[in-house]
């Protein structure tokens, strides 16, 4: 039978090579400490196979979002399988997927070798943000680092997911009794865990080995994923934005519109995510950027458009579920405004694949809600939040609205597509804020979580407005002259962004010598390492060193400051590996005793909170305090307990600084 036209014949020698090398390059580059080397390779495969833009960029955010979609899906697998998140097995099942996909569609690895001047704008804004991430914890040792990353109980939790799924070998929600050991229940099952799945899989090619290493050093490599996730979401919205413009945005209005994202990412308040410890929200809101784009202007075959759609869908959901309205709402109205480009006799199969996309989309949710979630209370919650910013939220989704309300954007498919999708997360925005406002009388935590993809969808709209700043050129100009010009207007443009937007004054006094907007915003907040958390006297050597030889449940108490125990007593579970004792540890939040001596009533009361985390631990419990007069009250008050509560005095190790510096995310 021969192929069809333009396409080359299956082989199956061909097909043999592939396959071997699919096992024998990345068992090669793991082999000798080079792992992570197999996620660019990984991606640059998918990349090859793909029919997406014109450019390199593109096709490379188009592959990595299916490959983070392609591993979530194969995890569930790989969550049962002897072999857990191996790296060596983990990486050839999937290079050997992309391999039989590239011989079954009959498609030779292809890359568009090809380049835009805005490429520099995208991949200058991951270097800017990475610089001043990264900066504080250049010279740092790794247990100085633990100051950046527990500044919140959100991300001691975070890696509490992250780890446990290094050691269950897969999705906690599918080992649930063993996953317990290492977080607090029922978090095994009701919290989405995409983004930690995703991390710990990148993990194991960066150890490049099962074996899991010391937890201080998987701690600080932790805080980098982090920080590099924050770096490609800012990214990701530059050129979520420069894709969306489409054809029409050239020249020095890129230079405007990626300028100006970029501007507002470097000033905007969501550098707080990584302060507050809200990792999933940074990934997740990663993924709807990627996602929001290239269901927007689909310029791609009908293949990729279905597999970028589905695999999308999934990785949002996985990551935080919360998110999945929005892109579920992206993929109906894309499906529904660029459905011209389906086949009729093939709206069956599409159908089945539909349904299948949805169910993997929804079984980790529904695996939450059959377990102890309540959806409604939960929905509730407060707590510490990041507030999204309403100037960019508002002002972004109107000015939005504009440029898809155009009459050059809304007779096009792409202007179609984006009309709705304003419109409809706009609605779902505001009507979770409505339900909150009926039901509880404000917004809370989860408002200011879902209203994070308005800001993405308004950030990466400005690529529609660029195309409307239209202006004409002389017609006898020359080429040279003209590229020339251009290039002057788009620094022009940037700078003129980075200036009204970020605040950058270029060297210029303020006025009276007060700092400039640029200094005080959060970016640069972190950069200059203000948002440490306190840890303990040495910098972590505490939770490292002295408890060395504690077997068993363990509460310490460094402080008199209650949310300060629950904090040396979170980081002392987690780096022994325990997490799953801060269930009936989490009464260390009501003890503010083990610093210094306590009046009667108040050490009576925190005492009695000692004593019922060791009945619900059931089991001997061994409590840390710093102050020796205060050990020896307690041994003698605690003296025949049941269970066993042994007292250990550790002097000089009290936390001495302020709140703010115990909690900077508040």
Request: with cysteine.
């Amino acid at each position: 039978m021969e192929p069809p036209a333009g396409k080359p014949p299956r082989s199956l020698p061909v097909l043999a090579g592939a396959l071997a090398a699919s096992w024998l390059l990345p068992a090669a580059l793991i082999a000798t400490g080079l792992g992570i080397l197999v996620l660019p390779l990984l991606v640059v495969a998918v990349a090859s196979l793909m029919r997406v833009g014109g450019v390199l960029l593109d096709r490379l955010f188009a592959a990595a979002l299916t490959v983070a979609g392609g591993v979530l899906v194969l995890g569930l697998a790989f969550s049962l399988w002897p072999w857990g998140l191996a790296p060596i097995p983990t990486s050839g099942v999937l290079l050997t997927v992309v391999t039989l996909t590239g011989w079954l569609s009959r498609r030779a690895p292809r890359l568009p070798l090809r380049f835009r001047p805005s490429d520099l704008l995208v991949l200058g804004t991951s270097y800017v943000l990475w610089h001043y991430l990264h900066k504080p914890l250049v010279g740092k040792g790794k247990g100085w680092r633990l100051e950046f990353l527990t500044t919140a109980e959100d991300r001691l939790n975070h890696f509490s997911y992250f780890v446990g799924i290094e050691h269950v070998g897969g999705y906690n929600f599918l080992h649930q009794e063993a996953a317990k050991a290492y977080m607090m229940s029922p978090a095994e099952a009701v919290y989405p865990q995409g983004s930690h799945f995703l991390l710990a899989w990148v993990d194991s090619l960066v150890r490049s080995s099962s074996d899991l290493g010391s937890t201080l050093d998987t701690m600080n490599r932790y805080l980098l994923y982090i920080l590099v996730a924050y770096a490609l979401l800012g990214t990701a919205l530059v050129w979520a934005a420069r894709w969306i413009g489409g054809p029409r945005l050239r020249g020095w209005r890129t230079a405007a519109v990626c300028g100006t994202v970029a501007a507002l990412v470097f000033s905007s308040n969501y550098t707080d995510l990584v302060t507050h410890g809200f990792d999933s929200t940074i990934i997740g809101l990663l993924m709807v950027a990627v996602l929001v784009a290239f269901l927007v202007r689909p310029a791609m075959r009908t293949p990729e458009f279905l597999l970028i759609a589905g695999l999308g869908l999934i990785t949002v959901t996985y990551v935080y579920n919360l998110f999945g309205a929005v892109a579920g709402i992206a993929v109906v109205v894309t499906l529904v405004a660029h459905r011209r480009r389906f086949r009729r006799r093939t709206w069956l199969l599409y159908g089945l694949a539909g349904a299948v996309t949805l169910g993997l989309a929804g079984l980790p949710s529904v695996v939450s809600v059959l377990s102890k979630l309540d959806v409604a209370s939960t929905s509730n919650l407060g707590g510490p939040s990041v507030g999204a910013d309403r100037t960019i939220l508002v002002g972004g989704l109107l000015l939005a609205l504009l440029a898809a309300a155009a009459p050059t954007n809304r007779r096009t498919g792409t202007g179609q597509a984006h009309l709705a999708l304003v419109l409809g997360s706009g609605l779902v925005i505001a009507g979770f804020a409505w339900w909150q406002m009926r039901t509880i009388g404000h917004v809370s935590y989860y408002f200011e979580k879902l209203a994070g993809t308005g800001v993405v969808i308004a950030l990466v709209s400005l690529g529609a407005v660029g195309p409307l700043l239209r202006t004409t050129s002389p017609a006898r100009v020359g080429v040279l002259q003209r590229r020339a010009g251009d290039a002057v207007l788009s620094v022009l443009s940037v700078a003129t962004a980075l200036s009204l937007f970020a605040g950058v004054q270029w060297g210029m006094e303020s006025f009276k010598a007060a700092p400039t907007a640029w200094y005080n915003n959060s970016l640069m907040a972190w950069s200059r390492g203000e948002s440490w958390s306190d840890i303990g006297p040495r910098h972590g050597a505490t939770v490292m060193e002295d408890l060395d030889g504690i077997s068993g449940p363990m509460m310490v108490l460094y402080s008199n400051d209650d949310y300060k125990n629950l904090k040396s007593t979170w980081i002392a579970t987690l780096l022994r590996n325990r997490g799953g004792d801060m269930l009936p540890l989490y009464e260390t939040h009501w003890v503010n005793i083990g610093a210094a001596e306590r009046p009667a009533a108040e050490y009576q009361a925190a005492l009695a909170h000692v004593k019922k985390a060791a009945e619900k631990l059931g089991e001997p419990m061994t409590v840390v305090v710093a102050d020796p007069a205060t050990g020896d009250r307690m041994r003698k008050d605690l003296a025949g307990s049941t269970p066993r509560i042994t007292v250990v005095a550790k002097p000089g190790n009290n936390w001495v600084h302020s709140w703010n510096r115990s909690f900077p995310g508040d």
